[in-house]
């Protein structure tokens, strides 16, 4: 299994402003991902945040606008940049354990102004 | 590209009724993993299915893949209220891509 302290957990923001939010693990795991889910929505996966390389980005997800780092294999951050109300959402990181499950921190609901 | 469609989108029952929500995929599924969202929650991890035709239980809950692997249900026998949430499949496919289903909601009316 696999603890995941996610913050903040949520946060109120104005336009054309940047949040970073930090996602830590409790063990070294491979596979970590950033989620965004709008309410009343499925996930959709934003990237697959590699260790020491650029993150992979799905279509529609863009460096420059979700710039994401992960510097060692227990921690990663999700920018989203210059923020829209289009932006206003919840956001996961998850990671994939070995038995093959998905673990998720709590989210970090996004409100943008 | 591959999806995965999952319906219903809402199911809204009595206490005690059954409940099912299903996910089909275009393409052949290597595994399927179901996942329950309580409201304000985040996806928790229920169940994976590997083998063609397998079938689980959990308790209330009976999950299967279908034969061609293309398909699953999770069906729960006699809903209670501690019911209520979203249920996500999910499945890696057979590209390597991750998806999760649309999600069907279940609301228990006491």
């Known amino acids: 299994s696999a603890v995941i302290s996610q913050k903040p957990s949520r946060d109120i923001c104005q336009r054309g402003t940047s949040l970073t939010i930090q996602c830590q693990v409790d063990?070294?795991?491979?596979?970590m991902f950033w989620y965004r889910q709008q309410p009343g929505q499925s996930l959709t996966l934003i990237a697959t945040?590699?260790?020491?390389?650029?993150?992979?980005?799905e279509s529609g997800f863009v460096i420059d606008k979700f710039p994401i780092s992960r510097p060692n294999l227990t921690f990663s951050t999700l920018t989203v940049s210059n923020m829209s109300p289009e932006d206003s959402s919840i956001y996961l990181c998850?990671?994939?354990?070995?038995?093959?499950?998905?673990?998720f921190g709590e989210g970090s609901r996004l409100t943008v102004l | 590209g591959q999806q995965v469609m999952q319906i219903p989108q809402y199911q809204h029952v009595q206490e005690g009724e059954d409940f099912t929500t299903y996910c089909n995929s275009s393409?052949?599924?290597?595994?399927i993993q179901w996942y329950k969202q309580r409201p304000g929650g985040h996806p928790v991890f229920l169940i994976q299915?590997?083998?063609?035709?397998e079938v689980k239980k959990q308790k209330r809950l009976t999950f299967q893949f279908g034969e061609a692997k293309k398909n699953s249900s999770l069906h729960i026998t006699a809903t209670q209220t501690t019911d209520v949430g979203t249920y996500f499949c999910?499945?890696?496919?057979?590209?390597?891509?991750?998806?999760f289903g649309q999600g069907t909601t279940l609301q228990v009316k006491p």
């Open positions: 998850s990671v994939l354990v070995g038995s093959g499950e998905l673990f």
């Open positions: 063990s070294q795991v491979t596979m």
């Open positions: 945040a590699n260790q020491g390389s650029e993150a992979t980005y």
């Open positions: 393409t052949t599924l290597s595994n």
């Open positions: 299915l590997v083998k063609s035709g």
């Open positions: 999910w499945s890696s496919g057979n590209t390597g891509k991750l998806i």
